[in-house]
């Protein structure tokens, strides 16, 4: 087996010193491991071999002490690691790269959490606009009711009508829609495939039910009452095909 790994033949390895096999800066390694070995009987030691070719080779070696007559002998059995090393190197690869991974995903995983923060934020923000518009339209409502005549009623009036238009609807929704999509993916695409006969503002609640606001904050954003959400979410449930029993929110949120 020698003569294979390292080149040399047998008559050659009969002929040959130990220490034409080790790099000089072995040997005292090498002395101390053949010195344990009369000591305990035993020992082991991973070492280079450099072959008839020079090429250096990890081996791994066991020692043993033998007792031949009341004479004292060591015997040795050596092990080529090039191919376990390599494994090792392998493994060792393969473990990093899982790391990075593991990394990458750890970052991907914390950047989805946070966009999906700043989205239910600006989802809330949203909310919080147009609940205060709505105040503000009720307050000018009932301003301009008592004060009809005063010549500050057409300016109010004007005011109160550019505040009922859906000034935030279409910006806002887009934007909203933007940063949903970013999360999401092909949500919208993969849903109006499936349902194409659903409206964009059916759509629009399926889009904040798969953030899972709460109705109140859906009916708050899109400024219509429980009865208005309660039609859209049958109308949504019936293109959708879904069994009394099935729930709207577990499809959507599953989808």
């Not at 000089?24 to 070719?53: H, L, Q, S």
């Not at 069994?243 to 709207?248: A, C, D, G, T, V």
Request: hydrophobic content about 35%; charged content about 30%; aromatic content about 12%.
């Amino acid at each position: 087996k020698h003569a294979t790994d390292l080149g040399y033949t047998d008559k050659e390895l009969l002929n040959i010193s130990a220490s034409v096999f080790f790099r000089k800066e072995e040997f005292p390694k090498i002395k101390e491991a053949i010195k344990m070995i009369f000591e305990r009987g035993w020992n082991e030691i991973y070492t280079e071999v450099i072959t008839k070719n020079k090429k250096h080779v990890p081996y791994y070696f066991q020692g043993y002490q033998l007792t031949i007559d009341d004479e004292k002998y060591y015997m040795g059995v050596g092990i080529n690691m090039s191919k376990e090393n390599k494994l090792k190197n392998k493994l060792t690869h393969f473990k990093n790269e899982h790391m990075k991974l593991l990394l990458k995903q750890r970052l991907i995983d914390n950047e989805l959490q946070l966009k999906k923060r700043e989205l239910l934020i600006y989802a809330l923000q949203e909310s919080q606009i147009y609940k205060s518009l709505y105040e503000a339209r009720k307050k000018i409502n009932l301003f301009t009711k008592k004060h009809q005549g005063i010549m500050i009623y057409e300016d109010l009036e004007e005011i109160s009508r550019i505040l009922n238009q859906e000034y935030f609807s279409k910006n806002q929704w887009e934007t909203f829609k933007q940063r949903f999509v970013e999360i999401h993916g092909d949500f919208y695409i993969r849903l109006k495939e499936n349902h194409p006969d659903l409206t964009t503002n059916e759509l629009r609640v399926c889009a904040y039910l798969r953030i899972q606001l709460t109705s109140f904050l859906i009916m708050s954003i899109l400024n219509i009452s429980t009865e208005g959400l309660r039609k859209s979410r049958y109308r949504i449930r019936k293109k959708i095909g879904l069994e009394r029993k099935e729930s709207l929110d577990e499809y959507i949120i599953k989808f």
